[in-house]
């Protein structure tokens, strides 16, 4: 999370790549953080939906997913619909530490209409999924939204921000952003920070990552979106953003680093005067397994296929290519099942999904079976108990895990998720194992410790939007509390993150000692509370930098990287650097950016001794940005 934010830089004229008629758009050729007018046209516009393939031949058997599991069909009455979302909603949006899950589940059909749009907010620890095959299988006439959170000042004054809106997700789904009122008319708001994908959606009408409708100051930091299409974006104040395989209409602006890995229609590269770094294709990816409804109402598990060079949404020429595994295949937890009872289930090779809630892991979990799938819904938890390492995957290939937040506990683990040994042969570049939306968390709603969050000793992983975090705010939080070295390790080979988000941690954030690993987007925050320099250093290296790479590494690739400083405990702190690389020929860095936040702490370099220094500003924020290393 980051405290704050500068105002984002002068917005470029919207780009286009093509011609796209937009009703009622909303013009931002100077976007600033007071907020934005509405459309002068608010009539609600209904876009014409993607063709949808027919309703299941059969009523579908619904299995038993548990209480917090909410089921929307067709034949439901909107007004039910709509007091069940809201309900859901009223307790989860300001419930950031809580134990309460769920997921939201949306039948194949379509829900609301232009008369009667279905319109509602998306709280913490909610995922909102359609179930059908693909996007075009549940359309949504209304908008699912998330807007800022607003507190009072003891003087009456109003402060909205998202920089808070963390572990929530919503796919596989279309939304025509229709109704609302005023600011917020016939637009879907998603305004978010880490740990709140987007993922398989097609949202037809305007789309703003910023609620610019609320009282300022309007901050965003972070988010993800992948495997989509949209029309008119607005990033707003989104200070860091990844898009990848999509397909967009267009995007307003940017702040420090907006990223855009295999999307059409995506900006020309223009780091740092647009922020843009742009990737004509994604050089490894594979998609989030997810559940749905086939055509005879049995329930699935959908597994992409894993793509090399990609670009471009998945399901726009065809339906996905994959393969699926009946539901039967899987062993369905819940938070009652004891971590003996899902390991012997494992052991059986079977799959495992577990339903929302939170999940004492006394004992690991091992993954043993090649292409097994271990999928979460509704922000599933797992909770580290007596220093267990939550799940280790075996050295075997085409695993995915997906879908899931692991806590750690009051007692240290070495690790909260192992992915392979480093020995035998595991995953390869045409069946490499996944983890993804997988969140990290060292304190916050408890005490947590551990040594390191996530291992990468297998080949050939895909790390796809990540999130370790040392928590800065919440309970058990504190130097020697949420004690926790280094948030993510890899050795393995070949490794390809795309959206790394990794923040706090008290050592270096990330060691990577992996030959040829690509990072397509990075974003991190310092530890904010450091007590002294005597604390944060080793050697006569001062702080422990963001991002390390090994010494003895001959390739490696990272593209649009960002640290920023907070030390607000000891605001005289320095880090000699935020990347820390070897001077070899095939390391090589792009489009970087260092901030000092908020008059607290100093990054004295970008990359070794190499970058300009940034330095505490009273009132505001100083931005260093570096191209490429090596220089030149």
Not at 7 to 32: C, D, H, I, K
Not at 111 to 116: F, V
Not at 346 to 368: A, C, E, W
Not at 472 to 495: F, Q, Y
Request: with cysteine.
């Amino acid at each position: 999370m980051t405290p704050t934010s500068p105002r984002p830089r002068p917005a470029p004229a919207t780009f286009r790549r093509r011609a796209v008629a937009l009703v009622g758009a909303l013009a931002l050729s100077g976007l600033t953080t007071a907020g934005l007018a509405a459309p002068a046209d608010a009539t609600p516009v209904l876009p014409s939906a993607p063709t949808r393939p027919s309703a299941p031949l059969a009523a579908p058997t619904t299995p038993d997913l548990g209480p917090n599991v909410t089921l929307i069909t067709p034949a439901m009455a909107q007004a039910d619909v709509q007091a069940k979302l809201d309900a859901i909603a009223a307790r989860q949006v300001p419930n950031q530490f809580g134990e309460e899950r769920d997921a939201i589940l949306f039948a194949p059909g379509t829900y609301g209409s232009a008369a009667t749009p279905l319109i509602f907010q998306v709280g913490y620890y909610t995922e909102v999924a359609g179930l059908g095959r693909n996007p075009g299988d549940v359309v949504i006439n209304g908008a699912v939204n998330v807007y800022n959170q607003c507190e009072k000042a003891a003087d009456g004054t109003e402060s909205c921000i998202a920089l808070n809106n963390f572990w929530r997700s919503m796919s596989n789904l279309t939304i025509n952003p229709t109704g609302g009122k005023d600011c917020r008319a016939n637009t879907e708001f998603w305004a978010v920070s880490q740990a709140a994908p987007l993922r398989r959606v097609d949202i037809t009408g305007l789309t703003s990552l910023m609620d610019y409708c609320s009282a300022p100051p309007q901050y965003a930091s972070g988010g993800y979106l992948a495997d989509a299409r949209t029309k008119a974006v607005t990033n707003g104040s989104q200070q860091q953003w990844l898009t990848r395989n999509s397909e967009i209409g267009s995007w307003s602006n940017g702040v420090w680093n907006q990223t855009f890995s295999g999307v059409e229609g995506a900006p020309a590269q223009g780091f740092p005067d647009p922020p843009y770094t742009t990737l004509a294709q994604t050089p490894a990816s594979k998609e989030k397994p997810y559940v749905y409804i086939d055509a005879r109402g049995a329930w699935q598990v959908f597994v992409p296929k894993a793509q090399k060079n990609s670009s471009g949404p998945t399901w726009t020429d065809g339906p996905t290519p994959g393969k699926s595994l009946p539901l039967s295949t899987f062993f369905v937890a819940r938070p009652s099942d004891s971590a003996k009872t899902i390991e012997k289930q494992l052991s059986k090779g079977r799959n495992l999904l577990f339903t929302p809630g939170v999940y004492g892991i006394d004992r690991t979990l091992h993954v043993r079976k090649a292409g097994t799938v271990v999928l979460g819904l509704g922000i599933a938890t797992l909770t580290a108990e007596k220093g267990a390492v939550p799940i280790r995957v075996s050295e075997v290939p085409d695993v995915d895990i997906a879908g899931i937040t692991i806590d750690a506990g009051t007692k240290n683990s070495s690790a909260l998720l192992v992915i392979g040994t480093g020995k035998g042969h595991g995953p390869t570049a045409s069946r490499p194992t996944a983890v993804q939306d997988v969140f990290f968390r060292i304190g916050g709603p408890h005490v947590g410790k551990a040594d390191t969050s996530l291992v990468v000793k297998s080949d050939h992983v895909i790390l796809d939007d990540i999130w370790a975090w040392r928590a800065d705010h919440g309970e058990g939080v504190g130097w020697k509390v949420n004690t926790a070295d280094t948030g993510v390790k890899i050795s393995g080979d070949d490794v390809t993150a795309t959206g790394l988000f990794v923040e706090h941690y008290q050592r270096y954030n990330v060691i990577w000692t992996g030959e040829r690993g690509r990072t397509v987007f990075f974003q991190n925050e310092l530890p904010y509370d450091a007590p002294n320099q005597a604390a944060w250093k080793h050697g006569k290296t001062l702080g422990w930098a963001a991002y390390k790479v090994g010494d003895d590494v001959r390739k490696h690739e990272l593209w649009a990287g960002g640290s920023y400083i907070y030390t607000n405990v000891d605001p005289t702190l320095h880090l000699s650097h935020s990347f820390e690389v070897p001077d070899r020929k095939g390391v090589r860095l792009h489009d970087l950016v260092t901030v000092s936040l908020n008059n607290a702490g100093t990054i004295d370099h970008v990359v070794n001794d190499t970058g300009d220094a940034a330095t505490p500003k009273e009132g505001g924020s100083t931005i260093v940005d570096l191209v490429a290393y090596p220089v030149g």
